[in-house]
């Protein structure tokens, strides 16, 4: 009799703790009515989140939570609904990963892949072949660019698929698998980490999202001889454009819809425009491009 309760109990207590864990997976994304959580690519998130997050709040109670995490997180956590809302500097990848299938992608913004240098470093500007040859490792010395005789510190992003990595694989090498050459201390957890090391590293360089570049105190130089201005970006003379995303489940909440409508509409805009990030209606040509060409950099 004793053994038999004994079970009972403990098979009660692994019930329990197994609808825990299911309730906890399902209502984690929507833990409270007044707050939406959010996670997903530190550019995106320092670009303008922030400041839409905040001026949302204001207006309608609802406070957005906002985790970091990456592209590949916002797609994923939303889609498996352990997140609201995500944000992508990518196109969804079905084909590495099936629950892509499940993440709806909002364009909301323009960003462009910058290149990033010391505030000390007198380099301004590098040409395509520049860049392919210093990811490679066949350029490894400013002076090969015009700059100091100094080694080249090449930081870079961990993983292919991270926005800027995927974006740097596929609209400058149009090779999604390419694999960079640098030294395995160069290489960072995310966009954030990245920016902060070419920050104090004199001798550094990277590629990152230009709308969080301009808030740190770095030097942003050309590529091919343009810069990514809020103009040239808005424009595509800047050709290492790609749109910002907010992302959903294929059946977001009201209370997630109505958020997405704030981001895209006139208030929303002019904080994005405020925080020198392109709209994504603030550039119909671009948009165009990406209804013939698709999704991404042309």
């Not at 906890?24 to 997050?53: Q, R, V």
């Not at 489940?249 to 208030?267: G, H, L, M, W």
Request: with cysteine.
């Amino acid at each position: 009799m004793w053994l038999k309760s004994k079970k009972v109990f403990f098979m009660r207590v692994i019930s329990l703790i197994a609808c825990g864990l299911l309730l906890s997976s399902l209502s984690h994304a929507s833990a409270g009515k007044n707050t939406i959580s959010w996670a997903g690519c530190g550019i995106t998130k320092k670009a303008f989140m922030k400041e839409i997050a905040k001026a949302y709040e204001v207006k309608t109670g609802i406070k957005i939570v906002l985790n970091g995490g990456g592209a590949t997180r916002g797609i994923r956590d939303t889609a498996q609904l352990k997140m609201d809302l995500g944000g992508a500097c990518r196109m969804n990848l079905p084909e590495v990963d099936r629950i892509e299938l499940h993440a709806s992608l909002h364009p909301v913004a323009w960003d462009a892949l910058a290149i990033i240098v010391n505030k000390k470093n007198p380099v301004n500007s590098l040409s395509t072949k520049q860049i392919k040859a210093i990811y490679t490792g066949k350029i490894t010395n400013w002076k090969q660019v015009g700059g100091k005789n100094a080694p080249i510190r090449l930081y870079v992003r961990r993983g292919s698929i991270s926005g800027v990595g995927y974006a740097i694989r596929q609209y400058i090498f149009k090779d999604r698998y390419k694999k960079f050459k640098t030294d395995k201390k160069y290489i960072t957890k995310s966009s954030g980490p990245l920016e902060k090391a070419v920050v104090k590293d004199i001798y550094a360089m990277g590629i990152t999202g230009v709308s969080s570049a301009r808030k740190r105190n770095v030097k942003i130089i050309g590529f091919d001889g343009k810069v990514p201005s809020y103009e040239n970006v808005a424009s595509g003379k800047y050709t290492l454009y790609r749109p910002l995303y907010l992302v959903t489940s294929p059946s977001p909440t009201k209370k997630v819809k109505d958020f997405i409508k704030f981001v895209v509409s006139k208030e929303g805009r002019k904080i994005i425009r405020d925080n020198d990030t392109v709209p994504y209606k603030d550039a119909p040509a671009l948009q165009a491009k990406m209804l013939v060409y698709g999704f991404g950099v042309l």
